[in-house]
């Protein structure tokens, strides 16, 4: 089934952000010119760049018109960390605990982090970063299953997805955004706080040899760990 047509807007922008076809501080194409190539509804148009707007993708000047806004880090491969090893060299004992890992289709949201089309195939994981025990980061993260058909096979609890990522397909690109959150009720209770706990929350996409290959959501409590502009967790 194809994606919604607004979803079909939204990803042929993000796809022009992410091929540099449109760099920070550019003007995108205006919604009357966005409808008449799509030959869509303003509506639809309006649909999809709320969306970039509201995911931080885009910035809307009234008047002016949307543009691209300067959100994305590209890290040289060094600097991609496992957090099991930052967890090590501070005297703690990493853990993993594996909530999900699962095969399933790819939803309209998944479908445009991964450029999948709705219904492709996924693996998603959902696993527990501790140290000492203690909960210090919840990683979320969607695989395309048909460019990595092992990760379901995976023991995630003795190595992290970022380990094995690196071991089968070295990244050679990654794209992330962090935003401060407030946790929902289901994670609060696998993180071990309250509701009310400030955290942060970094998106992750990573390509391998230019293809995209996995999206991640990596929420972690500010008050036990802190993210330094050079290095990335898990």
């Not at 994670?187 to 996995?214: F, I, K, M, N």
């Amino acid at each position: 089934m194809a994606p919604a047509l607004y979803l079909q807007i939204k990803q042929h922008i993000l796809d022009g952000i992410r091929e540099r076809h449109y760099q920070a501080g550019d003007r995108i194409p205006t919604e009357a010119a966005l409808c008449e190539q799509f030959a869509v509804s303003r509506m639809t148009v309006n649909k999809a760049l709320r969306e970039l707007v509201a995911e931080g993708w885009l910035v809307r000047t009234a008047g002016s018109g949307s543009f691209v806004a300067d959100r994305r880090t590209e890290s040289p491969l060094l600097a991609i960390r496992n957090i099991a090893d930052e967890i090590a060299e501070r005297g703690s004992e990493y853990s993993g605990r594996v909530i999900r890992l699962q095969r399933q289709a790819a939803d309209e949201k998944v479908a445009v982090q991964l450029g999948l089309r709705v219904g492709a195939p996924i693996f998603h994981s959902l696993i527990v970063h501790q140290a000492d025990g203690e909960p210090l980061q919840l990683e979320e993260r969607f695989v395309d299953a048909e460019r990595l058909p092992q990760y379901g096979e995976q023991d995630f609890a003795s190595q992290t997805p970022n380990r094995y990522l690196m071991e089968v397909c070295p990244l050679s690109e990654m794209e992330h955004v962090v935003e401060a959150v407030l946790p929902s009720a289901g994670e609060a209770g696998l993180l071990q706080v309250r509701v009310d706990t400030p955290c942060l929350l970094l998106h992750r996409r990573t390509w391998s040899d230019g293809y995209l290959v996995s999206y991640a959501r990596l929420l972690s409590p500010g008050s036990r760990y802190k993210l330094s502009s050079k290095t990335s967790l898990s």
